[in-house]
């Protein structure tokens, strides 16, 4: 459906994006995500070893950010 299909490919750019941060060492920003894909975004970068994610913003459409994740974060 159209959901999914529309979910797969922010996932796929969140995969290329992810790829991109761990190449560069800089954090990167994807704006204005529901918290649907928010929660698919956050559930992909967790099992990316050396990365963390974590959103910012008010309201329903939140910034993500994608970073190396520090030894603190361990």
């Not at 159209?2 to 060492?25: C, M």
């Not at 974590?54 to 190396?68: H, W």
């Amino acid at each position: 459906d159209y959901r999914s299909s529309k979910q797969r490919k922010l996932l796929s750019q969140i995969d290329r994006v992810a790829e991109k941060v761990k190449l560069t060492g800089q954090e990167e920003m994807i704006p204005m995500i529901n918290s649907f894909d928010r929660r698919a975004i956050h559930l992909l970068i967790s099992e990316k070893e050396g990365l963390v994610s974590y959103s910012k913003g008010e309201g329903k459409l939140k910034d993500i950010y994608i970073d190396i994740k520090s030894n603190e974060e361990d």
